[in-house]
C-alpha cells in the first residue's frame, strides 16, 4: 500500500507539471494582451508592463520561471484584478467561500443520489423506479445554470422565500447547494441503481434471499456496499469540482467564491490567477484519485492495489 501511495504520488507531481505547462502555453497562445484596453496603450507603456512582470522574455523562458517559482511555492501576483496581490492570497481568501457550498451540494447529492438508486432497485419494474428514472434523467439532462436560474426566480423573485445573492445567512447556502449538487444527485442515483441491479443477481444474494432475508435487508445492508464501487470512482472529480466552486452556480447567486472569480480572471486575461486556479483544480483531482484508489480497497478488500492493469 505504501509503495503504491508513493509511486501515485509521485505520478501526481508530473501529471500537475504537465498539466500547468499545458495551460500556460494555450493560455499565451490566444491573441492579444492583458494589458490592452478600449482607450489604447502605447507601446513604451506596453514594453514597460511586460517588463514587469516577467511577459517580454521567449515564452519557454516564461513557462520555466514561472514553474521554478511555482515549485518554490510562489504562484505570483495578479495583474489586473487585484494589482501585485498575490495569487495564493487571492486563493486563499475566495477558497473556503467554495468550499462551504460545495461541502453541502456534496452531502446531500451523495446521500439522496445513493438511497434513491437503492429505491429504485428495490422497487425495479415498478411505479416508483419509472418516476426516480424520470426524475433523474430529466436532472442529468438540464444544463446547471437552467436549474440555477429557475431557483432563483421562483424561490427568490416570486415567493421571496430565499435570498438572491450572497452568503450572509445559512437560507443562502440553500439554492446554491441545491443548483450545484441536482446533477451529481440524479447521476449518483442512476449509477446506484445500476450497480446495485448488477449486484443482486450475484450468488451471494441468493443465498442471502434462500435464508428467508427480506429484500429491503438484502438491498440496503448486503448489496448496498459491493454497489458502491461506480459511486466511489465519480467521487473522485466529483469532489474537486464541487469544493472548487460551480463556475455558473457562484456566478447566478452572486456569490464571492473561487469559482466566480475564476470565470472573471478569464474574461479580464488576469494570466497568474487563471494559472493558480486550473493548477489549484488539477491538484485537487489528482488527490481525489489517489483517495478513490484506497477508498476502493476499503470498500472491496478483495481489490489488490499495484497489480496487474493500474
Not at 7 to 31: D, E, Q
Request: proline share 5%; aromatic share 10%.
Amino acid at each position: 500500500m505504501t509503495k503504491y501511495v508513493i509511486k501515485r504520488l509521485v505520478i501526481a507531481i508530473f501529471t500537475i507539471l504537465i498539466i500547468a505547462s499545458l495551460t500556460f502555453l494555450l493560455m499565451n497562445a490566444v491573441p492579444g494582451s492583458p494589458f490592452l484596453t478600449e482607450h489604447g496603450v502605447s507601446d513604451d507603456t506596453m514594453l514597460a508592463l511586460e517588463a514587469k512582470y516577467g511577459m517580454d522574455k521567449p515564452l519557454p523562458i516564461q513557462l520555466k520561471n514561472y514553474l521554478v517559482s511555482f515549485v518554490q511555492g510562489d504562484m505570483g501576483v495578479s495583474i489586473k484584478m487585484q494589482k501585485n496581490r498575490p495569487v495564493s492570497e487571492i486563493i486563499l481568501e475566495k477558497f473556503p467561500v467554495s468550499v462551504k457550498v460545495g461541502i453541502w451540494a456534496l452531502i446531500w447529492s451523495v446521500t439522496v443520489g445513493i438511497v434513491l438508486g437503492c429505491l429504485a432497485a428495490h422497487y425495479r419494474g415498478k411505479v416508483l423506479d419509472s418516476i426516480l428514472r424520470v426524475v433523474s434523467t430529466v436532472g442529468i439532462a438540464i444544463p446547471g445554470f437552467v436549474v440555477a436560474s429557475l431557483l432563483l426566480i421562483v424561490f427568490g423573485v416570486k415567493l421571496r422565500l430565499l435570498p438572491t445573492s450572497g452568503l450572509d445567512s445559512w437560507q443562502g447556502y440553500l439554492m446554491p447547494a441545491f443548483a450545484l449538487g441536482f446533477y451529481p444527485m440524479c447521476y449518483i442515483a442512476r449509477l446506484t441503481r445500476s450497480s446495485m441491479l448488477d449486484v443482486i443477481h450475484q450468488d451471494y444474494i441468493r443465498t442471502a434471499k434462500a435464508k428467508g432475508l427480506g429484500n429491503r435487508t438484502i438491498v440496503f445492508k448486503h448489496a448496498l456496499r459491493n454497489s458502491l464501487i461506480p459511486v466511489v470512482t465519480y467521487l473522485g472529480p466529483l469532489i474537486a469540482y464541487l469544493i472548487t466552486g460551480g463556475f455558473v452556480v457562484e456566478t447566478v447567486f452572486a456569490i464571492p467564491g473561487l469559482g466566480k472569480y475564476f470565470v472573471q480572471s478569464i474574461m479580464c486575461r488576469d494570466y497568474p490567477i487563471i494559472m493558480g486556479t486550473t493548477i489549484l483544480l488539477a491538484v485537487l483531482l489528482v488527490i481525489m484519485m489517489v483517495v478513490v484508489d484506497i477508498v476502493y480497497k476499503l470498500v472491496d478488500p478483495r481489490i489488490q492495489l499495484g497489480k496487474g492493469g493500474e
